[in-house]
């Protein structure tokens, strides 16, 4: 059996661990449940016709859209399966990525798999509410992977693939790429090689061919009914509501903790950059120190053009989100580091890399593990998870080269994604879809007519409309989740804003039908414990009970 093909079998071990035990995937429970309704009316322009969220898509800058339905007309799939496989692909590039960071670093197949093992266990970034292994099918989680692969083609000094690797991933989420290309072009300025000097332009071409024809996309994109503001001003109207439902981007409404979690690994990346020294080639320096201090950065940057300023293009940038790369870097330098010091028999220095590393996929803030609360049964179970997560890993790095090698480093590989769950009790997210959901859609779909309007007067900040919208293919009225475009189009934060106003209602208070006619909504699905006693159901199960609206 050769090398390659083991590496190749590690990796998609790796993917199929990730995407079905830890960390998991999920469909419909967040920003897919705004992507298949506009998926579903570019498809069929006959859906959704009243429906603010897919009237207004903004999927104008990515070929994210392009590519679901090119693939749904050639396999016949439905937008579930096609997301699905791109996103166990672009997983599986993400870990070749940081597989080739680990190996220009100098580790050995093996353990450049386990850092890339350990990555994979994804991160998430408090504060900016983003993720470094995205759960869901999103332009984000697929550009994401792609800049990590061309970093590692980079380390390897593969320019030019990784130049044509990083336009891809500016074609599914510009926004993302951002900082990559910050870094890209101060390497690019700073090149020792003559003959690369040179050829500067050529290693730009793909990302000015790819922007060129992303915006050449924009002018061809079907169904856009509102332009995005990026040069105006954030009312005090619009930014009451983009707090409210977009806090993520408002600095001064994350946690302080947080904040300082960042500044702590940041510290501990650059010791681990410096620990590294001449381990890691020129090129990946750029990155492994450019990118956490442009993420860093991007603190307070985020902080004076948003909340001093009110530039309305903050909040569709949403620069803040890079301090992701704060984390991934330190990762990856610090999963490096922690094994090169098992190998040298530095234990000490091993294991503390590998907690600090460990730490961030359990879930476990910076002052406990400094200070830790010995008194908190889970504070002390997942400390206890991460040194023994720690252990292992500084196990597979000394067993690398002796009999039961083997056993050690694919126990590294596997463990991890379900002791953290099960052991460390750590769950990514909640269980959204049931039954009975399920069945409430498939009546929707199959007994009312496209243009029905619905309304869950109850659900409040409930998920559970945005699934029944995706999977009925029918209109809501308006729900929680869809408030999240507030962050993008103006026009659709006041009318989500008065939808939201008019049509929803406290628990337990007595509904008006004949105001909901007014609105022009069909059909009013309650909890058959909001059940309306005088009024006789449409449908009904165990959870639901659906009621028409009397014209």
């Not at 699905?84 to 590039?93: E, N």
């Not at 990525?97 to 994804?122: D, E, K, N």
């Not at 980079?154 to 989420?173: K, Q, S």
């Not at 090689?193 to 050529?202: K, N």
Request: net charge positive.
């Amino acid at each position: 059996m050769s090398q390659r093909f083991l590496i190749l079998a590690a990796f998609a071990l790796i993917t199929l661990l990730g995407y079905f035990q830890f960390p998991g995937h999920t469909y419909l429970q967040s920003d897919t449940q705004i992507y298949i309704p506009i998926l579903e009316r570019l498809r069929d322009p006959d859906l959704y016709k009243a429906d603010p969220v897919a009237l207004r898509p903004h999927v104008s800058y990515t070929i994210y859209d392009e590519v679901a339905l090119a693939l749904r007309r050639l396999t016949g799939l439905d937008f579930e399966w096609v997301l699905a496989a791109q996103q166990l692909v672009f997983r599986f590039l993400g870990i070749w990525g940081v597989y080739l960071i680990a190996t220009s670093m100098g580790l050995q197949t093996r353990m450049a798999v386990v850092v890339a093992s350990i990555v994979h266990l994804g991160a998430s970034i408090h504060g900016p509410a983003v993720l470094t292994v995205e759960y869901e099918p999103v332009p984000r989680g697929f550009a994401i992977p792609l800049i990590i692969l061309a970093i590692g083609l980079l380390a390897h000094n593969r320019t030019l693939p990784a130049a044509a690797v990083a336009g891809l991933a500016i074609l599914f989420h510009p926004p993302t790429v951002v900082p990559f290309l910050a870094v890209y072009g101060i390497m690019l300025l700073r090149l020792p090689d003559a003959e690369e000097r040179r050829r500067r332009w050529q290693y730009l071409l793909p990302i000015l061919g790819a922007a060129a024809l992303l915006f050449v996309f924009s002018k061809l994109q079907a169904g856009l009914s509102e332009k995005q503001d990026l040069f105006g001003r954030i009312d005090a109207e619009l930014e009451r509501l983009q707090r409210l439902r977009g806090a993520y981007n408002w600095v001064s409404l994350w946690a302080v903790e947080w904040i300082w979690q960042y500044l702590f690994l940041w510290v501990a990346g650059v010791i681990a950059f410096l620990r590294m020294g001449r381990w890691v080639p020129e090129k990946l320096q750029f990155f492994v120190a450019g990118l956490p201090a442009y993420g860093l950065l991007m603190i307070p940057v985020s902080y004076l053009t948003l909340e001093g300023m009110k530039w309305s293009f903050i909040p569709q940038f949403q620069p803040a989100r890079a301090v992701l790369f704060v984390v991934l870097m330190i990762m990856i330098t610090g999963s490096a580091a922690g094994l090169r010091a098992a190998q040298a028999r530095r234990w000490l220095e091993a294991v503390v890399w590998l907690v600090i590393v460990f730490a961030i996929p359990v879930n476990i803030r910076v002052l406990p593990i400094l200070f830790p609360n010995l008194t908190d049964p889970v504070i002390v179970r997942r400390l206890l998870l991460t040194l023994g997560l720690a252990g292992l890993a500084v196990l597979a790095a000394v067993m690398e080269k002796r009999p039961g090698a083997w056993a050690t480093w694919a126990a590294c590989l596997i463990l991890p994604c379900f002791l953290i769950p099960h052991v460390g009790g750590i769950q990514n997210f909640p269980e959204l879809h049931h039954p009975e959901l399920d069945e409430l859609a498939a009546w929707a779909r199959e007994n009312t007519p496209q243009d029905a309007v619905f309304l869950f007067p109850f659900a409040e900040r409930s998920l559970h409309p945005g699934v029944f919208r995706a999977r009925s293919l029918r209109t809501v009225y308006v729900d929680w989740k869809s408030g999240g475009q507030v962050n993008l189009l103006k026009d659709f934060a006041d009318e989500w804003w008065q939808r939201w106003q008019a049509a929803m209602a406290r628990p337990g208070s007595k509904l008006d039908l004949a105001s909901y006619a007014r609105l022009g909504i069909d059909f009013i699905v309650v909890e058959r414990k909001d059940a309306l006693p005088e009024v006789q159901t449409v449908f009904a199960n165990s959870r639901y009970a659906v009621y028409g609206v009397p014209r």
